[in-house]
């Protein structure tokens, strides 16, 4: 595999680059939490990466230097995102794209982990986020982690209580 390409700006890029911005500036007004409350603006800085891994994995998929398995999987993942089944539905306002984020994170985490230096120079050099994409990913496989260990906790609780 060669050296990683300067990094130029396409029109895609450029065209992302202002959909996030006022997405992020939008959050940053704090409108959502005045609607939502705080609980919500730590889940909702996790779906605000959502774009972002996106674009990084549009990216790897069309990096010639990246390996075909490599691309196997983000086909995968794209074709769960694509799908109209998901298990939990996307029309459902903003919870509905968790799935998908966490399907984007596990497959992005899986690459981080093969230990394939190259790939990680790539991840580095496509990621657009403004956070360190590895201390992300790890960030929110935790916050998954946790979410799963308190699932089954709160579905055993509730028909406890309902018996």
Do not use: C
């Amino acid at each position: 595999m060669g050296k990683l390409p300067v990094k130029k700006k396409g029109s895609f890029d450029d065209f992302y680059l202002k959909i996030r911005k006022k997405v992020t500036d939008w959050f940053e007004s704090g409108k959502l939490g005045k609607k939502s409350g705080k609980w919500m603006d730590d889940f909702v800085q996790y779906l605000l990466i959502f774009p972002d891994l996106i674009h990084l994995m549009i990216k790897l998929f069309g990096d010639k230097e990246v390996p075909t398995k490599t691309k196997g999987m983000i086909v995968i993942g794209f074709a769960y995102l694509l799908s109209p089944v998901d298990v939990i539905p996307d029309f459902i306002p903003v919870f509905g794209f968790v799935d998908d984020l966490l399907i984007s994170v596990v497959l992005l985490n899986k690459i981080i982990n093969s230990g394939d230096e190259v790939m990680i120079d790539k991840i580095k050099f496509y990621w657009v986020g403004e956070d360190d994409i590895f201390r992300k990913i790890k960030e929110i496989v935790a916050a998954m982690n946790e979410l799963s260990s308190k699932i089954p906790k709160s579905i055993s609780g509730f028909f406890n209580k309902h018996k």
